[in-house]
């Protein structure tokens, strides 16, 4: 059987209205703009208001990403949307389905925090490799402003809302280079947004727990500790399944976390700081979203060129991290 390759040819975001600067955030917990712009590297944050959703914010990416494709919705056989956030804890995919009139697309959500863009990419090229189905809309999309405790100047000054697609296309040569996949649930107390049960006894004797989701708590020392150490290794293992060498990364994609991380990670691997992609001073941390959401706005740029090798790496609560090298297609490949 012939091998069949993977293409990413279209990109596409979309953020909310309304943005929250450290000035802004320094009126409503005890912080200032010194304190977060020198440990994390953000400025502002765009926060989803009432109007917005996941599924709306997440729609409008995926129309500019196959828009950019230069497919049509009906054209889709696969959505796969990252997002620890849904609109409806049974999922929201299949409501932005329904938006796209993308009616032959079978749709799932898919949850692994920070990570879920990277293991969303691996998992769509699986689907397209195995000669299944031919396209594929992934998304990232997260609103954690939801789940922030805005009292916590620990946690609310690091998050932001967003929303990134891409549209990936079997293709004759392969565009998927490498991946590297892993988890440690050993360390998973680290960072969570965990259902707290609360016992309510429906008929003598007979308890159901009817808790709620507590908002997110870190430990911001452990997950730093752990971004910088497993971080390089990943991307250097999924160089080695790509078989090659660092100096040939055109461009090194982090999830946008904190900009003392993306140092760490690109000092370690000794990428000079014009190959960093950030755009984590406008938008903070915006979990699923962020690696396709700095992506979008470097390709729109015209900073990413076809051609160009993009080393990705996705990292957070799980903990989970992978990293995926991808040479940036960006056109229609029926096209070339
Ligand atoms: N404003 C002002 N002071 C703050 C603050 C804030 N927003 N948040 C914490 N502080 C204080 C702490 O209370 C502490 O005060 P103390 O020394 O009087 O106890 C001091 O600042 C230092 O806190 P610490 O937690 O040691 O800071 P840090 O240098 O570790 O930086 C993070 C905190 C969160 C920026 C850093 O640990 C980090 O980036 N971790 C990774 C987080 C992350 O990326 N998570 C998502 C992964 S997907």
Redesign the pocket.
């Known amino acids: 059987m012939k091998n069949i390759g993977v293409s990413i040819i279209g990109s596409g975001s979309a953020i909310p209205k309304v943005f929250l600067d450290n000035q802004q955030l320094s009126q409503i917990?005890?912080?200032?703009d010194e304190?977060?712009s020198s440990?994390?590297g953000i400025s502002q944050r765009r926060l989803a208001d009432t109007t917005e959703s996941l599924c709306s914010l997440a729609t409008q990416a995926s129309l500019a990403a196959i828009g950019q494709a230069n497919i049509t919705a009906q054209d889709i056989d696969l959505i796969i949307l990252a997002t620890s956030t849904p609109d409806d804890l049974f999922g929201t995919a299949s409501k932005i389905q329904g938006e796209l009139g993308a009616t032959k697309a079978v749709a799932f959500d898919l949850t692994a925090?920070?990570s879920g863009f990277v293991f969303g990419l691996v998992t769509a090229a699986q689907f397209i490799r195995n000669g299944v189905y031919q396209n594929v809309l992934l998304i990232g999309a997260d609103i954690l402003s939801r789940w922030v405790d805005w009292e916590d100047?620990?946690?609310?000054?690091?998050f932001g809302d967003g929303a990134g697609a891409v549209v990936l296309q079997a293709s004759e040569s392969d565009r998927l280079l490498g991946f590297e996949l892993r988890s440690d649930g050993s360390q998973n107390g680290c960072?969570n947004l965990s259902y707290q049960p609360q016992a309510k006894e429906i008929i003598e004797g007979v308890n159901v727990s009817q808790g709620t989701y507590q908002p997110i708590s870190?430990n911001?020392?452990e997950?730093?500790r752990f971004?910088v150490q497993k971080v390089p290794e990943v991307i250097e293992k999924a160089l080695f399944r790509a078989n090659l060498d660092v100096e040939k990364v055109d461009w090194l994609l982090l999830?946008q976390?904190?900009k003392?991380?993306i140092d760490a990670v690109a000092n370690r691997l000794k990428i000079p700081s014009e190959k960093v992609i950030s755009n984590l001073s406008n938008y903070g941390?915006t979990?699923a979203a962020s690696i396709p959401l700095a992506l979008d706005e470097a390709v729109r740029k015209g900073k990413v060129k076809s051609g160009d090798i993009i080393a990705a790496s996705g990292?957070?609560?799980g903990l989970t991290w992978g990293a995926i090298i991808f040479e940036w297609s960006g056109i229609k490949l029926s096209q070339k």
């Open positions: 917990v005890d912080t200032s304190w977060i440990r994390t925090a920070c100047r620990t946690t609310c000054v690091l960072l870190m911001g020392k997950v730093y971004a999830h976390a904190n003392r991380i941390n979990s990292f957070g609560a």
